[in-house]
């Protein structure tokens, strides 16, 4: 905590004047663009409007009274944020997305909206709980990530639909027009030494301005709360809430590095290559996109920012409370069919069994999870040759079509493990921990 709120308001509202006066900065020079280049006097006025609203909003944060949220939204998102909303809310928003692309790929439909979340987030820093969590040195390189994530999200996807309205057009992509030269010496260097001398100034700038997120010496008898891994393997640790460290950690992780590679091999469609489409490569676009966004990027996001001590999950304004306690109480597929089911206890090798005969035991026991793990890998793959993905399945041969279709369920275990686990409190489908090995 930063003390009273007093002392916190007066702390950040000069960091937040600037802030505003940077956003302010960037639509006059939007609107000075659109006045004199573009001839869009229009527009241009509205982000001249933008600009005073921006400079007034920094003039009362550097007065010493930052606008804020309301204390009712902030408390409605705390009571809202969960694992069911947060993963069923960024799926709708990259559906939405994907389907208004022609409308949100327009320069100032983006523009507007980087706006709103820059704006959004000024307003948020107005809260102690989530200035300490976006401010944290740690987390402040993440929260430039998700920005630049989204700035080439929308670039990608803005030449892609240009390229998709060209070929309905009968024209060439626009990649086939730039007969631009490769740039080599002395054009490449001088650039390499640009960026280098830029990216150095940067770097000594951001030691100047932000600590070293070092911590005490480690200790074996003091962990943090919450442990987390870096960054980039927080996907991974969020995965170790729903599956074994075997399966989050060594096979998924496997999988999607054999998948990467296994893609030019299975691949049959030779469109859209060398330049940006989503219409003819829907299925491929669909795929990485839910793949890349949803099942990755987001998952850092949460292990990132609402993830807390004791890995809750904590709301964006909601104070990180070392001492909260969530009653859980997950039951594995055996249970529910045994216990809660037929009304009995688990089935149980009798005292001095040998190896056969507990292996036939526990095979009882966890038949139900075996059985329905048989039918999703084995009996789905030919269900889906013969239905929706019968054209994948003419043009890509056996073994082409079973090595695609394995990994999409693979790849789809892991929001339907979350689903089962959010809806019915289902640990594990097969739970065999007398050789460490659940799923």
């Given at each position: 905590?930063?003390?009273?709120p007093?002392?916190?308001?007066?702390?950040?509202?000069?960091?937040?004047?600037?802030?505003?006066?940077?956003l302010?900065?960037?639509?006059?020079?939007?609107?000075?663009?659109?006045?004199h280049?573009?001839?869009?006097v229009?527009q241009?006025?509205?982000w001249?409007?933008?600009?005073?609203?921006?400079?007034?909003?920094?003039?009362?944060?550097?007065g010493?009274?930052?606008?804020?949220?309301?204390?009712?939204?902030?408390?409605d998102?705390?009571?809202?944020?969960?694992?069911?909303?947060?993963s069923?809310?960024?799926?709708?928003?990259?559906?939405?997305?994907?389907?208004?692309?022609?409308?949100?790929?327009?320069?100032?439909?983006?523009?507007?909206?980087?706006?709103?979340?820059?704006?959004?987030?000024g307003?948020?820093?107005?809260?102690?709980?989530?200035?300490?969590?976006v401010t944290?040195?740690?987390n402040?390189?993440?929260?430039?990530?998700?920005?630049?994530?989204?700035?080439?999200?929308?670039?990608?996807?803005?030449?892609?639909?240009?390229?998709?309205?060209?070929?309905?057009?009968?024209?060439?992509?626009?990649?086939?027009?730039?007969?631009?030269?490769?740039?080599?010496?002395?054009?490449?260097?001088?650039?390499?030494?640009?960026?280098?001398?830029?990216?150095t100034?940067?770097?000594?700038?951001?030691?100047?301005?932000?600590?070293?997120?070092l911590?005490a010496?480690?200790?074996?008898?003091k962990?943090?709360?919450?442990?987390?891994a870096?960054?980039?393997?927080?996907?991974?640790?969020?995965?170790?809430?729903?599956?074994?460290?075997?399966m989050?950690?060594?096979?998924?992780?496997?999988?999607?590095?054999?998948?990467?590679?296994?893609?030019?091999?299975?691949?049959f469609?030779?469109?859209?290559?060398g330049?940006?489409?989503?219409?003819?490569?829907?299925?491929?676009?669909?795929?990485?996109?839910?793949?890349?966004?949803?099942m990755?990027?987001?998952?850092i996001?949460?292990?990132?920012?609402?993830r807390?001590?004791?890995?809750?999950i904590?709301?964006?304004?909601?104070?990180?409370?070392?001492?909260?306690?969530?009653?859980?109480?997950?039951?594995?597929?055996?249970?529910?069919?045994?216990?809660?089911?037929?009304?009995?206890?688990?089935?149980?090798?009798?005292?001095?069994?040998?190896?056969?005969?507990?292996?036939?035991?526990?095979?009882?026991?966890?038949?139900?999870?075996?059985?329905?793990?048989?039918?999703?890998?084995?009996?789905l793959?030919?269900?889906?040759?013969?239905t929706?993905?019968?054209?994948?399945?003419?043009?890509?041969?056996?073994?082409r079509?079973m090595l695609?279709?394995n990994l999409l369920?693979?790849?789809?275990?892991?929001p339907?493990?979350?689903?089962?686990?959010?809806?019915?409190?289902?640990?594990?489908?097969?739970?065999?921990?007398?050789?460490?090995?659940?799923?």
């Amino acid at each position: 905590m930063h003390g009273s709120p007093e002392e916190f308001r007066a702390g950040i509202s000069g960091f937040l004047g600037g802030y505003y006066l940077f956003l302010a900065a960037m639509n006059s020079v939007l609107a000075f663009h659109l006045w004199h280049n573009k001839h869009k006097v229009a527009q241009a006025c509205v982000w001249v409007v933008v600009t005073f609203v921006l400079v007034a909003i920094a003039s009362a944060a550097m007065g010493g009274s930052p606008p804020g949220l309301p204390a009712w939204l902030r408390d409605d998102v705390n009571a809202a944020t969960g694992p069911v909303v947060y993963s069923v809310g960024t799926t709708a928003l990259l559906a939405v997305l994907y389907l208004g692309r022609r409308f949100f790929v327009r320069p100032m439909v983006a523009w507007s909206g980087l706006n709103l979340a820059l704006v959004a987030m000024g307003f948020s820093m107005v809260d102690e709980n989530f200035a300490s969590i976006v401010t944290k040195p740690d987390n402040v390189p993440i929260v430039g990530l998700v920005f630049l994530l989204g700035f080439f999200t929308w670039l990608a996807t803005s030449q892609a639909v240009e390229n998709d309205d060209r070929a309905k057009q009968g024209l060439p992509p626009k990649e086939k027009l730039d007969n631009e030269k490769v740039l080599v010496w002395p054009d490449l260097v001088y650039t390499e030494l640009i960026c280098m001398i830029a990216l150095t100034a940067f770097l000594i700038v951001w030691g100047i301005a932000l600590q070293a997120p070092l911590e005490a010496p480690a200790s074996s008898v003091k962990t943090p709360n919450p442990s987390k891994a870096p960054w980039y393997f927080l996907g991974l640790q969020e995965m170790l809430v729903y599956y074994d460290p075997w399966m989050a950690g060594v096979v998924l992780p496997s999988l999607i590095i054999f998948g990467l590679m296994a893609i030019p091999f299975i691949d049959f469609n030779k469109k859209g290559n060398g330049y940006f489409t989503i219409e003819q490569r829907k299925f491929s676009y669909l795929i990485f996109q839910f793949g890349f966004l949803e099942m990755w990027v987001t998952l850092i996001i949460l292990g990132t920012f609402f993830r807390g001590p004791n890995w809750n999950i904590f709301g964006p304004f909601e104070y990180w409370d070392p001492h909260k306690v969530l009653a859980l109480n997950n039951v594995d597929l055996s249970q529910y069919f045994w216990v809660k089911g037929m009304g009995r206890g688990l089935p149980k090798a009798p005292p001095g069994s040998g190896l056969g005969t507990e292996l036939l035991w526990i095979a009882l026991r966890e038949g139900p999870g075996i059985l329905l793990l048989l039918g999703y890998f084995l009996a789905l793959p030919p269900l889906m040759a013969t239905t929706v993905f019968r054209k994948f399945f003419v043009k890509m041969g056996f073994i082409r079509f079973m090595l695609m279709s394995n990994l999409l369920l693979f790849m789809a275990a892991l929001p339907l493990k979350m689903a089962l686990r959010w809806t019915l409190n289902l640990k594990y489908i097969v739970s065999i921990p007398e050789y460490f090995l659940n799923f």
